[in-house]
């Protein structure tokens, strides 16, 4: 029997969107908006982007802002 795929689930609230959001991995980020990673780091940098520091120097950002920063919503 094959597992059916779960449905998109916010997993974390962002304060920029005022909403539960979905994170996502900077690699993930820059792909889905076909953008080097360097870009996405400014833009946490500069507080466009809402993220979540999770290990390390890893980041989860919002992709919610994500596509509202680039004009994609």
Not at 19 to 45: E, F, G, S
Not at 47 to 63: D, P, Q, S
């Amino acid at each position: 029997m094959l597992a059916t795929p779960e449905p998109h689930k916010p997993n974390a609230w962002c304060p920029l969107c005022d909403k539960q959001v979905r994170l996502l991995r900077v690699t993930n980020a820059a792909r889905l908006i076909d953008v080097h990673t360097r870009t996405i780091y400014r833009y946490i940098d500069e507080g466009l982007v809402y993220a979540v520091k999770v290990v390390g120097k890893t980041y989860r950002v919002c992709g919610d802002c994500l596509f509202r920063q680039n004009g994609l919503n």
